[in-house]
C-alpha cells in the first residue's frame, strides 16, 4: 500500500498521473487528501485517516509518498506511524514558503515545536529524498543539506518541482519500499 499526499496543488492533474505511476510499485496507491490552508487540522486529519486506512490492509511495509507540501506531511505522519516515506521536493518549512497562500502559516512553526524533539535523528534511514536539480520553487540545495545526514538523496537532472514523471525512480522507490 502506498499513501500519496499531493503538494499545495491539490487539483492538479499531475496528481492522478503520479499515483497511476506508483501503482507499477503496488496497485494499492491511496490518495489522503487534505486542506492545504488549515496545518493544525490537517495533521490531525492525516494522523487519522492514515491509522484507519492501515487497519484495512495487510501490507507489512506500507509507504508514505508527498510531493512538494505532501513531502512535508508525508515525513511527519510516516515517522509518527512508524512507516517508510519517500520526499519528493519537500516544503521543509512552510512557515516561511506559504507565507501569502494560506491564513496562518505559523501554524507549521507550532506543530514542528511540538513534533518529537530530534524526529528525524529518530528517523534515521527510515525515508528518501529525490529533489530535482532545477526546482523552480524550492532551493533544492536547502533541503540536501538540511536532509543529508538523515535520509538517502536521489538527485533528477530533468525534473520541475511538481515532479510529474516519477518513472526514472520507480526502482530506487520499489527498493526502499521493500528494503
Known sequence: MIFYLHGFDATSPGNHEKMRQLQFIDPDVRLISYSTLHPKHDMQYLLKEVAKQ?????????????????AYWAERIGFLNGLKSVLINPNLHPENTMQGKI???????????????????????????ILSRFDEVLESQLSADELSRYYAIEWDETQPHKFPQLAAHLPKIKAFKLG
Open 54 to 70: 492501515m487497519q484495512h490492509s495487510d501490507d507489512p511495509a506500507p509507504l508514505m509518498v508527498g510531493v512538494g507540501l505532501g
Open 103 to 129: 491564513d496562518r502559516p505559523e501554524e507549521y512553526a507550532d506543530i514542528a515545536n511540538k513534533c518529537v524533539s530530534e524526529f528525524r535523528m529518530k528517523n534515521t534511514h527510515k525515508a528518501m529524498c
